[in-house]
């Protein structure tokens, strides 16, 4: 299994930035997948979920209505569109194969991450 996100960078508040992750030796649109991070001291966090055929999404409280998962099955593809940007969003994101169910912050597999800074 291997997760290769990218599209991370530094953007000001109020903007927007969409990362991507590739994902390859597993069947992918058999799984749910998510979208974690981790700000600097601070605990992974559970930010996105998408199932398996892309028809449900989850989002957490601090990104929802901000955020976007979405998944190109044919294409092995998840996704992560970011806007409103503020500083507490900085962070490593990562995207991750869950074990359960896609609101889960636990994983069996997870990429190197995509670094995130946003600057007020």
């Known amino acids: 299994v291997q997760l290769v996100e990218s599209g991370g960078g530094s953007a000001q508040a109020g903007g927007s930035l969409r990362l991507s992750c590739a994902a390859s030796?597993?069947?992918?649109?058999?799984?749910?997948m998510t979208w974690v991070r981790q700000a600097p001291g601070k605990g992974l966090e559970w930010v996105s979920g998408i199932e398996s055929g892309g028809g449900r999404t989850y989002y957490a409280d601090s990104v929802k209505g901000r955020f976007t998962i979405s998944r190109d099955n044919a294409k092995n593809m998840l996704y992560l569109q970011m806007n409103t940007l503020n500083a507490e969003d900085t962070a490593m994101y990562y995207c991750?194969?869950?074990?359960?169910?896609?609101?889960?912050?636990?994983?069996?597999?997870r990429g190197q991450g995509t670094q995130v800074t946003v600057s007020s």
């Open positions: 030796g597993f069947t992918f649109d058999l799984y749910a």
């Open positions: 991750a194969r869950p074990t359960g169910r896609p609101y889960s912050l636990t994983y069996n597999y």
